[in-house]
């Protein structure tokens, strides 16, 4: 019998998968199923992007790149961070990778080993605890909290260093729970983090453009006196509406990139060249996309919440960022897996219960709201509905 390594019992998963191939299972059975589950903006990829990735073609830009990506894509990275931060990143500085994860990857094997504590947020992205405990290092959750819209506690995570802490990630704004943590929280994490030298940050900046009210994202990048330490994990997949095209980028200091590099070689050589092209594009084109689209978000995220808090059953806080709500489903009694698969089954909407993200996400449910808003108010309807039905 064929033996594998032990350390594969030790990888998680991603819940969004596992609902998306069972909601095309229940399509398949005949059901109209409403996938509110997913992770993805619900738009096309701009015209001028694809375009730009068919001209890399006929250019015959289809061979091997550099492991760390082209100069030109390195050099538009540097000058949009420039731009939007006001901060001097170095081309050298940023590696081009095929997704988020692939930065998220990188930083916890880099770090991660048996004796090692790596803290993250809990609720939080799965891949995060998954890759952690993957690694042999031991996972700190810090709670994220309903009562504080979700935001980061300074003082809470401070007290969880130790002298084996290797690895702090933060996630801002936050998938699952659509939190945004306020600068002068930052600011406050950052002064107490300057207290303990010996720990790495990765700052998990996917959705820094799904800011909504003040419409303001700020960067760990805006923190130089973590510069030498700092990994800044974003990409085009949600701002630009590029989940397929798999492209991503970290931004190192300079005395861990050839680690990142050699890993990249082992893992992947580089990322294939027409998206490297496409993602000029997206940080060079037109923006009217980019900005549509988060406008479309914020107007269904309104819509959500006060559909969510009419009900007798839901409630949620305003989501500041992303394009997530976590729900509220506490009344209801039962764990949150119980109602992911019984609304899946019965109401027939897809969602994923909050302990897909981790011990503290029971009692939620995390619905998007990247579909469109009639869709959304038919799965709620059917939600509530269902719940009726019940007499709870």
Known sequence: MLQTAQSLTRLGTESAFQIAAQVEQARQAGHDVINLGIGQPDFNTAPHIVEAAMQALRDNHHGYTLPQGIVPLRETV?????QRYQQEISPDNILIVPGGKVTMFL???????????????????????SMINYSGAKAIAYPLQEADDFALDADKILSLITP?????????????????????????????LEQHPHVAILADEIYAHHIYDDGVHHSFLQYPQLRDRLILLDGWSKTWAMTGWRAGYGVWPTHLMPLAI?????????????TQYASIAAMKGPQTHVADMVQKFDERRKFLHRAVNESDFLSCVMPKGGFYAFVNIKKLGESSAFWQ??????????L????SFGYYGEGYLRLSYAIEQEKIAIALNRID????????
Do not use: W
Request: a negative charge.
């Open 164 to 192: 084996q802490t290797r690895l702090l990630i933060i996630n801002n704004p936050s998938n699952p729970t659509g939190g945004v943590t306020p600068k002068t929280e930052l600011d406050k994490l950052v002064q107490g």
């Open 78 to 82: 540097s000058d949009y961070l420039h």
């Open 107 to 129: 930083a916890i094997t880099l770090f991660g080993a048996q004796g090692a504590e790596i803290i993250y947020p809990n609720p939080g992205f799965p891949i995060y605890e």
């Open 385 to 392: 509905d269902f719940l009726h039905q019940l007499k709870l």
């Open 262 to 274: 050699q890993l990249c070689i082992n893992i992947h050589s580089c990322v294939n060249h027409m």
């Open 341 to 350: 698969d019984e609304i899946l089954h019965k109401a027939h909407v897809g």
């Open 352 to 355: 994923i219960a909050g302990t």
